[in-house]
């Protein structure tokens, strides 16, 4: 009898049924077969202990996602994206803007006057695109020559009102500006400073100056025998070092952005005496060995960074 109920309740065949089988928790297929049966003594507890247990649902686990809709999203990116005119970035009636790649920048001009978007000295136009080429009078002009040579793309609207972007080929890169049409706040000129320019231009000169510094030093002459005791300022030295002749006292950048702290020699006695130093880039160098130096600034409560050269006899035998 049970093994004819479990035949007609595997209609798939023996495979599947074997498989289902397996799947079957511990004792439910001998409560089956008191329930076929007939047995009466067969209790829902046992029931719902012998069903198979409910498996957790699985939390779906994948990137965050934002609620916002994708429209909203790229108009609030293209805003933030934006750089609005300032008066504390402005010289003369010219707007200048911090260059940065992917940047918007505003411009506001007005019927029946020309504004100018000032490039960068040296730079070589490629192309000018514009949104609107109807309603806006797009053209460019140069001034200066040689090395000071700049290009001028130049910006008339025919109504007020009106809104359109200009995208700016260079040989350097390309600018992105917003123009809009309003005679109440009309600008006369644009143009941009580049910190990464500037920046690049910094590391050049510090590298020369390394490079300068370093002509004609023998490394293997080299010696850092030296100890740097006393306050700590920003422009405290990293490092002292001699080449058996001059003295080379190394600074952190913060130094050529603040005053030059002097240089004193201790001398006999432990007199304070200046002594004759040239600067190159970050370093002072100083033609001559000494024992004992410090670096003072201020007034009042002076700022002392105390220089001392262990084996000091032996560096002055050098001498």
């Not at 490039?119 to 020559?145: C, F, H, K, Y």
């Not at 952190?252 to 880039?281: I, S, W």
């Amino acid at each position: 009898m049970i093994r004819s109920a479990f035949l007609f309740a595997c209609p798939l065949g023996l495979g599947a049924c074997a498989s289902a089988a397996a799947a079957v928790p511990p004792g439910a297929a001998l409560l089956a077969a008191k329930l076929i049966a007939g047995d009466s003594n067969v209790t829902a507890r046992a029931l719902r202990s012998a069903a198979p247990a409910r498996s957790k649902p699985v939390a779906k686990v994948g990137r965050w996602h934002d609620p916002a809709p994708p429209l909203a999203r790229v108009d609030a990116a293209s805003r933030a994206a934006v750089h609005e005119p300032a008066g504390s970035d402005s010289a003369g009636a010219v707007q200048v803007y911090p260059f940065a790649d992917g940047s918007l920048y505003r411009l506001s001009t007005a019927p029946g006057r020309v504004s100018d978007i000032a490039l960068q000295p040296g730079e070589t136009l490629i192309s000018v695109a514009a949104g609107d080429t109807a309603r806006w009078v797009i053209g460019n002009t140069i001034s200066g020559s040689g090395a000071s040579q700049r290009t001028h793309v130049l910006v008339k609207p025919s109504a007020a009102g009106l809104a359109t972007n200009l995208l700016i080929a260079t040989d350097r890169r390309v600018y992105r500006v917003e123009i809009e049409s309003d005679p109440r706040a009309a600008m006369a000129s644009i143009s941009w400073t580049y910190p990464e320019d500037a920046l690049l231009a910094l590391r050049v000169r510090q590298q020369a100056a390394q490079e300068r510094v370093a002509a004609g030093v023998a490394v293997e002459a080299l010696n850092f025998d030296y100890r740097i005791e006393g306050d700590r300022p920003e422009w405290r030295p990293l490092r002292v070092f001699d080449d058996g002749h001059q003295v080379f006292i190394e600074f952190p950048p913060a130094l050529a952005d603040g005053e030059a702290p002097p240089l004193f020699v201790t001398g006999e006695g432990g007199r304070a005496e200046l002594v004759n130093y040239r600067v190159r880039g970050r370093y002072y160098v100083v033609d001559r060995l000494f024992t004992a130096a410090q670096l003072r600034l201020g007034e009042g409560r002076q700022q002392v960074v105390r220089i001392i050269r262990d084996g000091g006899p032996r560096a002055m035998g050098r001498s």
